[in-house]
């Protein structure tokens, strides 16, 4: 079976350093990788994902994911973090490959970004 | 603005009653997906429709009832729920095939009296 670990329950940074919220994941075959951001009572808003080609995917709000093939590993980055990315963060891949396939989440990661 | 609207955003109800939880995309998705999910858990799944098909249940109890109507809809219907389902709902819609993301609505806060 698919999935994906989130090693940090919780990733402290301070307004403007660089962040990197880390994924790894273990897959059979070609893994198809996401990232999600959930604000407090909301749903889950779609950030970026890595189906195939180049490794370094580019997202919204100016995030980024670094594939790594060989690491298993697929880290969110930001070159410099706003107050307003403090929210829970979850890395996810789907498993199968059709579109009646599941979308597994990790365990979610909370981003605190300080002033 | 989110494209997968889901009514009633909260939902508070006794453990006799039926209710009905609703999600509407006007995305032309063909796949539609409900979760659940537990205060800073994160999403599980529940059921994945497939072109107005269940394909995907995940074992859930048979007091949540799923529905597609059509294309568009998808309904969870509740009935003689527990405590413990109180959770937030959400349901999310994809293309159909593989490389698809998830489009999530803002969820039903669900709370069993």
């Known amino acids: 079976a698919q999935s994906v670990a989130q090693p940090e329950d919780q990733v402290n940074v301070a307004e403007g350093n660089p962040l990197t919220v880390k994924c790894t994941y273990s897959?059979?075959?070609?893994?198809?990788l996401f990232w999600y951001v959930q604000y407090p009572n909301r749903g889950l808003q779609f950030l970026l994902k890595?189906?195939?080609?180049?490794?370094l995917v580019k997202g919204s709000y100016g995030f980024e994911a670094e594939f790594n093939k060989s690491q298993t590993s697929f880290h969110l980055k930001k070159p410099s973090a706003l107050v307003s990315d403090s929210a829970l963060y979850f890395c996810?891949?789907?498993?199968?490959?059709?579109?009646?396939?599941?979308?597994?989440f990790g365990s979610g990661t909370r981003l605190s970004i300080r002033p | 603005d989110t494209e997968v609207t889901q009514t009633p955003k909260h939902l508070v109800m006794g453990m006799t009653n039926k209710k009905s939880l609703k999600c509407e995309q006007h995305?032309?998705?063909?796949?539609m997906y409900w979760y659940k999910q537990k205060a800073k858990k994160p999403p599980e799944l529940m059921f994945v429709y497939s072109y107005e098909k269940l394909s995907i249940n995940e074992s859930v109890p048979s007091r949540f009832s799923p529905e597609c109507p059509n294309s568009s809809l998808l309904n969870l219907h509740l009935h003689a729920l527990q405590p413990e389902d109180s959770a937030l709902y959400l349901c999310?819609?994809?293309?159909?095939?593989?490389?698809?993301?998830?489009?999530f609505g803002e969820g039903s806060r669900l709370t069993v009296l």
């Open positions: 890595y189906i195939t080609g180049d490794n």
């Open positions: 897959v059979s075959g070609n893994p198809y």
């Open positions: 995305m032309g998705h063909r796949a």
């Open positions: 996810a891949v789907r498993e199968g490959y059709s579109s009646a396939s599941k979308i597994i």
């Open positions: 999310a819609s994809s293309h159909a095939g593989s490389t698809g993301e998830l489009f």
